[in-house]
Antibody, heavy 116, light 107 residues
Framework: DVYLVQSGGGAVKPGGSLRLSCTVS????????MSWVRQAPGKGPEWVGL??????????HYAAPVQGRFTISRDDSKNTLYLQMNSLKIEDTATYYC???????WGQGNLVTVSS | DVQMTQSPSSLSASVGDRVTITCRAS??????LNWFQQTPGKAPKLLIS???VLQSGVSSRFSVSGSGTEFTLTIDSLEPEDFTTYYC?????????FGQGTRLEIK
């Protein structure tokens, strides 16, 4: 069975930082491209960014609203994906999901609330 | 960015009906379109992936057609569990973009 177990999230003030983690089991994480997707309350999903596998250069891409503030990284030795979120804004409030490159497997989601 | 325009935004139908949801891309995306189903409080569930691949365990009542810029998701013989929200997503061009969703409601 495949599991993507997320941790982190919570409430933070504007300008603050948070780090989300996503630990994977059941497939070869090191070969997978991984993405983060978020969903603001009552809205549709929004792609946040992706990280390629190490063999594909471990390159990252980000959506414009988070470019320069969010960083995606991975630790293949721990089968874990990370999303470091800095300079958080109120509009970053959303449930954040990690997902595999084939979009088949998703984490359970983490609510991030940015509020003063 | 590729804009994905999904229509209708909401749809009322009855159990047993056949419905169609359309997704239009602002530029050609070949056949690189995913369709998701999402129930409240859950992660999106992949129904049909790019190149029209029906995912394991997904009912054959779901089918897709289209390529280029216009795509449709058809659901035959609606069942009670189908009444939820559906999204398309293009995965040709980064940033990957989603349609705004279609809420399927029971009449």
């Amino acid at each position: 069975d495949v599991y993507l177990v997320q941790s982190g999230g919570g409430a933070v003030k504007p300008g603050g930082s948070l780090r989300l983690s996503c630990t994977v089991s059941g497939f070869t994480f090191s070969k997978a491209w991984m993405s983060w997707v978020r969903q603001a309350p009552g809205k549709g999903p929004e792609w946040v960014g992706l990280i390629r596998s190490k063999v594909d250069g471990e390159t990252t891409h980000y959506a414009a609203p988070v470019q320069g503030r969010f960083t995606i990284s991975r630790d293949d030795s721990k089968n874990t994906l990370y999303l470091q979120m800095n300079s958080l804004k109120i509009e970053d409030t959303a449930t954040y999901y990690c997902t595999s490159s084939l979009w088949l497997y998703w984490g359970q989601g983490n609510l991030v609330t940015v509020s003063s | 960015d590729v804009q994905m325009t999904q229509s209708p935004s909401s749809l009322s139908a009855s159990v047993g009906d056949r419905v169609t949801i359309t997704c239009r891309a602002s530029q050609t995306i070949r056949r690189s379109l995913n369709w998701f189903q999402q129930t409240p409080g859950k992660a999106p569930k992949l129904l049909i992936s790019a190149d029209s691949v029906l995912q394991s365990g997904v009912s054959s009542r779901f089918s897709v057609s289209g390529s280029g810029t216009e795509f449709t998701l058809t659901i035959d013989s609606l069942e009670p569990e189908d009444f939820t929200t559906y999204y398309c997503q293009q995965i040709t061009v980064i940033p990957y973009t989603f349609g705004q969703g279609t809420r399927l409601e029971i009449k």
